[in-house]
T-cell receptor, first 111, second 120 residues
Framework: KQEVTQIPAALSVPEGENLVLNCSFT??????LQWFRQDPGKGLTSLLL?????REQTSGRLNASLDKSSGRSTLYIAASQPGDSATYLC??????????FGAGTQVVVTP | EAGVAQSPRYKIIEKRQSVAFWCNPI?????LYWYQQILGQGPKLLIQ????????DSQLPKDRFSAERLKGVDSTLKIQPAKLEDSAVYLC??????????????????FGPGTRLTVT
């Protein structure tokens, strides 16, 4: 059974610092991994999707890496801003077709 | 393109009452998902449709939850009767399915704003 873990559960950084969010999964037989952002009272916004054959994906200040063999993904957010405050969720899609989510990391960027 | 639409956005009911949620996916997306997100947890898949057929409903509490997707477009999720532990955000998502196997493994999922249900 796939288990997805995100550590830490919460993170607070001053504006301008780089953010590093971690995601680990127990079963390396995945099709892809997706990072989402969730603002309070809102749905999920997809940030980056990494296919199993890829090592990383980049979009603006965001960069996500994937190491399938070790069951890890890292989301980097460069030069954080107060607007980056949100909960960040990772999710893996396995061979069984189901998307399995972690519990998320709640990020606060202080001005 | 228009996103995934859901209604209502908020609902408060008493236990043992019934409630229904509606979802309209992104046009052209064959796969539709319903998730339950309890406060402090990640979303949990309740049911997955491929067009109007059910692909996975293994985590749907079938004694009280039901879902349908008529004509392979809109979907409704119903709870009857509701329990206190059903208080959660119900998220609908859709994805574009690729491949003859019907496996949407290559496509990302797009989420609606969710319906926040409070059962008192």
């Amino acid at each position: 059974k796939q288990e997805v873990t995100q550590i830490p559960a919460a993170l607070s950084v001053p504006e301008g610092e780089n953010l590093v969010l971690n995601c680990s999964f127990t079963d390396s037989a995945i099709y892809n991994l997706q990072w989402f952002r969730q603002d309070p009272g809102k749905g999920l916004t997809s940030l980056l999707l990494i296919q199993s054959s890829q090592r990383e994906q980049t979009s603006g200040r965001l960069n996500a890496s994937l190491d399938k063999s070790s069951g890890r993904s890292t989301l980097y957010i460069a030069a954080s801003q107060p607007g980056d405050s949100a909960t960040y969720l990772c999710a893996v899609r396995g061979s069984w077709g189901k998307l399995q989510f972690g519990a998320g990391t709640q990020v606060v960027v202080t001005p | 393109e228009a996103g995934v639409a859901q209604s209502p956005r908020y609902k408060i009911i008493e236990k043992r009452q019934s409630v229904a949620f509606w979802c309209n996916p992104i046009s052209g997306h064959a796969t539709l998902y319903w998730y339950q997100q309890i406060l402090g947890q990640g979303p949990k898949l309740l049911i997955q449709f491929q067009n109007n057929g059910v692909v996975d409903d293994s985590q749907l509490p079938k004694d009280r939850f039901s879902a349908e997707r008529l004509k392979g477009v809109d979907s409704t999720l119903k709870i009857q009767p509701a329990k206190l532990e059903d208080s959660a955000v119900y998220l609908c998502a859709s994805s574009f399915t690729t491949g003859g196997t019907g496996n949407s493994s290559l496509a990302g999922q797009y989420f609606g704003p969710g319906t926040r249900l409070t059962v008192t």
